[in-house]
């Protein structure tokens, strides 16, 4: 799937369950907790673990929750962009 095809299926994908029709100012707020989110992924995997009471984690489970926020913040950003253009 190049990147067209996959910001039309984000746009598919959220207008069907409503979720499009949020203004750009809720979704740039959508967009700054997912980049927080992110952000606690990348740290979990630089560190071993989110926080020091929890236990070191798994590699490859810490590759796949980066992945996951990743296209969480890009699917924002599609939305974003598509709602004020």
């Not at 980049?35 to 020091?52: C, F, S, W, Y």
Request: with cysteine; proline share 5%.
């Amino acid at each position: 799937m190049d990147m067209r095809e996959y910001q039309d299926w984000v746009s598919r994908f959220y207008k069907e369950r409503n979720w499009y029709a949020y203004n750009p100012f809720i979704r740039a707020n959508f967009l700054c907790e997912k980049v927080g989110e992110l952000a606690q992924a990348i740290r979990k995997m630089e560190i071993g673990r989110d926080r020091p009471d929890e236990p070191v984690s798994n590699p490859e489970e810490n590759l796949l929750h980066i992945r996951e926020e990743l296209g969480d913040v890009l699917d924002n950003l599609f939305i974003i962009a598509d709602i004020v253009v």
